[in-house]
């Protein structure tokens, strides 16, 4: 591990392919950056990428920089990448409109390649799809592709085009690097290991617990003592009962690091439903100040205050950048990657991250769950208005359920422990592209580490000063 301390917090010049060849196997947590689009600026310096010949060739030594990038991630690792679509040549500046060559970046046309429409002939005022192509041939090297996320611009650069609408989002890939079982840890003794646990097969109390599995949601994973356990078993019960009993495992397996996001919740994620017989109707809205009032009235509980998981289209604004670096990503856009990619704990001696573990450990109804129409064990009792289930669609009230269900869930979270007792510091986030140095700002904001390589010293100047302004502020 000693050995990556040499590049930690530092940004590298160079180019990106040989200078990643130099920095050891598996030893970053998480990548992020936006790599030079194709055929759109001349960063003036021997090396750069984005003036190849076809978008076939850009594609082919972009991925060979990911190869390498790859190489250099935790098997547990993360990769993000901001990329931009380009047109074929039109016969004007060059195949980027208006949007995409200005994208948040100060001056238009500043640095363009003065558009080379030979190089897409053929292809004239078509987009060249060079995101999906890039995303496809990453996927064919290896790499898992788990979201395509896009990066809505609410104040996007308006476009003069009259045969086609005005682009306003821009891609965000997010990859891994491995799908598979690495690690699990074990909600009960919070252990994280490598070696798959024995689970079921197990100690109780240990490795398993009994739980009773209902048909509804309420009993869903509800632990029971050993004697319930039997008497539920008992061949008589099995004949009447509805519910079953199971042994549940405590360990959970993890295929990568991630660290979930949230977001509000939102009205329209809710149908107005019947509370039950002789009940008003729920208003379109209870449910959601329910949820934000039941939030705001358990601030004291340890419960995770949190709305539904993150949604894939991300609206950050752009921002003007003062200085001469024309293709600076807004902090806000690598902010969720950073916090949801990348460890906050790692250990100082075997690198293992901590991973957060959610408990329950009680129950609780509010004034204004009921008014959703949960009754006072936490049930939902509403009654869909629609037959939903025989035409085999979404069911409102399933979701209501579950929300209910985990809002009636008072929980704690613990850290998972690999036992070193070394301590831990931040995960580290490498950006191959550090240009004005954003990744470094937003990482070192968030108490992580960074490596940077960059081709042209004007811009590490730029982005060393701007890191100095936020390590000044913050440490
Ligand atoms: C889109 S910009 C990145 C901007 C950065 N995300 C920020 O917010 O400041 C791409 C950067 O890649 C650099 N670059 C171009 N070719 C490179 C190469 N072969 N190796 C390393 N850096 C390169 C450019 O100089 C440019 O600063």
Not at 16 to 24: H, N, Q, R, T, W
Not at 55 to 68: G, P, S
Not at 331 to 354: D, M, Q, S, T
Not at 450 to 460: D, L, M, R, S, V
Request: charged letters at 30%; aromatic letters at 12%.
């Amino acid at each position: 591990m000693n050995y990556i301390n040499h590049y930690i917090n530092k940004i590298i010049c160079g180019n990106a392919l040989e200078v990643l060849k130099e920095i050891p196997d598996e030893s970053v947590n998480c990548c992020i950056c936006s790599p030079p689009y194709w055929n759109l600026r001349d960063y003036g310096v021997e090396g750069q990428l984005g003036l190849e010949k076809t978008f076939e060739e850009y594609i082919t030594k972009l991925c060979n920089i990911f190869d390498e990038v790859k190489r250099v991630l935790r098997k547990d690792g993360t990769c993000w990448i901001v990329i931009g679509d380009t047109y074929g040549g039109s016969g004007n500046r060059s195949g980027h409109t208006l949007e995409t060559s200005n994208l948040n970046r100060l001056t238009v046309g500043y640095g363009a390649t003065g558009g080379n429409v030979k190089l897409t002939k053929g292809y004239e005022k078509c987009l060249l799809d060079i995101p999906y192509r890039f995303s496809i041939e990453m996927t064919n090297r290896g790499w898992v592709k788990r979201n395509t996320l896009i990066w809505w611009k609410l104040s996007c650069i308006p476009s003069s085009a009259n045969d086609r609408f005005t682009v306003d989002f821009e891609y965000l890939f997010f990859f891994t690097k491995n799908n598979k079982t690495l690690f699990w840890t074990n909600e009960k003794t919070l252990e994280c290991v490598d070696k798959k646990p024995l689970g079921t097969k197990g100690k109780e109390g240990v490795d398993w617990e009994w739980r009773l599995i209902g048909e509804n949601y309420e009993n869903y994973n509800t632990k029971i003592s050993r004697e319930d356990a039997e008497k539920y078993n008992s061949l008589k019960a099995r004949k009447y009962r509805k519910k079953e009993i199971k042994k549940i495992s405590l360990w959970t397996g993890h295929d990568y690091w991630f660290k979930q996001q949230f977001e509000e919740l939102n009205y329209d994620s809710f149908r107005e439903t019947k509370r039950g017989k002789n009940q008003p109707k729920a208003k379109i809205g209870d449910l959601m100040s329910a949820s934000v009032n039941a939030r705001k009235s358990l601030d004291g509980w340890k419960i995770n205050p949190n709305g539904r998981n993150k949604r894939c289209v991300w609206v950050i604004s752009t921002r003007a950048f003062p200085e001469a670096h024309f293709a600076v990503y807004p902090e806000g856009l690598i902010e969720i990657p950073i916090k949801a990619g990348c460890p906050e704990f790692v250990c100082k001696k075997c690198g293992k991250a901590r991973v957060k573990i959610y408990k329950t450990i009680g129950k609780q109804i509010t004034k204004n769950m009921k008014i959703a129409g949960c009754n006072k064990e936490g049930k939902y009792i509403g009654t869909e208005q629609k037959d939903y289930k025989s035409a085999f669609a979404q069911r409102p009230s399933e979701t209501k359920k579950r929300i209910l269900k985990s809002m009636s869930q008072v929980k704690e979270s613990y850290y998972s422990d690999c036992g070193c007792n070394a301590g831990f510091e931040g995960g580290i986030i490498l950006d191959p592209f550090m240009g004005a140095g954003t990744t470094a700002l937003v990482a070192l904001k968030q108490r992580k580490r960074f490596i940077g390589i960059e081709i042209k010293q004007e811009y590490i100047d730029m982005a060393n000063r701007r890191i100095t302004k936020v390590q000044q502020e913050i440490f």
